[in-house]
């Protein structure tokens, strides 16, 4: 693995090189009101379905959504996953053998593999055919258990394929990182040191990336196993009531608190550049917008936090009445997709804060969402236990 991403064009490396004192941000929601407010006509509720498909065979809510091509993969609170064709909604497969909810879903960079991870400790590994998807119809002998794991007493936290090789890193409830070559699929690697549950990783180029839900951050060489750098939750500077999120882009990483706050760490030197306290609850997603070189970060809180890390400064804030669950960037931006507990998917221009569109069609929170490849359609996962297909177009 070669560390062959560049810095957002703004990140100069001399502003990482150094350690900046952060600023006191004040929240800044004076412009937010909580409104509920629904279109109705007496005591009927009007309730539009922006969806042109969907999936409905979970019996439960739907926590994680993946998509290759025409495909989607799903995981749900009924133990089962689906891998399912998004133009038609048509079932290809059933995906057996989790005894507790599935807590991930991840396709592999060329659509030959899929993870899941539950909270029964199991990942397995799905051999899934790509040279003709859309004429599958015998299902049981297309879509195979490759390999398949258990973590005793544990539990998967979450799954992430790296972008260019067949090679899966799994965050374990033990505070654990399991990096597997596939295939075979040996156990490569086991990244320790962290104190709890491991919430959330990512590959860095040549690292790997750990947080944990007391609040440490960890960072190792791939190959060599070698830890670069820790930093503590006793750090003063590096208070957060424990992580939910980590992303990595050249040499700078930033993470989401539960207490709302966002670090931005350099990776190269295991230094805290800064940070940002401005929103008032846990940081549940984060996304770099390479094209205009900020982040953006949604929160239970409704916010959407747009933050220029080369200048410490918030750029714009964007509202959901209801807690923030994802964030997707399209086509590495300005426009962004978001979806919340309100029921709705929200497009955004993040150079300027307003809303494009708005689209919903479930009749509960969206716990999940992706974006296909073509940047055509999206694929969310309900609370309602539906997963329905939106246009982009």
Known sequence: MSDSEDLPTHFAPEELAEEITPDEHEPIYSDIEDDHSY??????????????????????????VDTFGDWAATGSGDDLGYIWEISSGEKVATLNGHQDTIVSVKFSHDGSMLATG??????????????SPLNITEVGSEVEVLLAWTTLFNYVQWLQFHPSDPVLLAGISDGTIWMMDLPPGNTTHVFSGLTSACTCGTFAGSRVLGVDEEGSMIAWDAESREKLFSISPYDGRFKSDGWNVVVAKGD???????????????IAKGTILGGFEVQRDSIETIRFVDVIGIVVCGSIDGAIVSYDIGSMKVRNIMTHEEPVVSVQVLDN??????????????????????????????HDGILAF????????????????????????
């Open 39 to 64: 279109e109705n006509q007496g005591d009927i509720v009007t309730f539009t379905d922006d969806s042109i498909q969907g999936f409905f065979e979970h019996k439960d809510s739907i926590y994680t």
């Open 118 to 131: 539950g909270m029964d400790g199991k990942i397995f590994i799905w051999s899934v055919p790509t040279a």
């Open 252 to 266: 700078a990483a930033v993470l989401g608190g539960r207490n709302g706050s966002v670090k931005v760490v350099n």
């Open 333 to 362: 931006g300005p426009m962004i997709v978001s979806c919340s507990v309100d029921g709705s998917l929200r497009k955004w221009d993040v150079r300027t804060g307003h809303q494009i569109q708005k689209w919903t069609g479930h």
């Open 370 to 393: 992706a974006i296909t490849q073509d940047q055509k359609k999206i694929v969310t996962g309900g609370d309602d236990g539906a997963s329905l297909v939106f246009g982009l177009e």
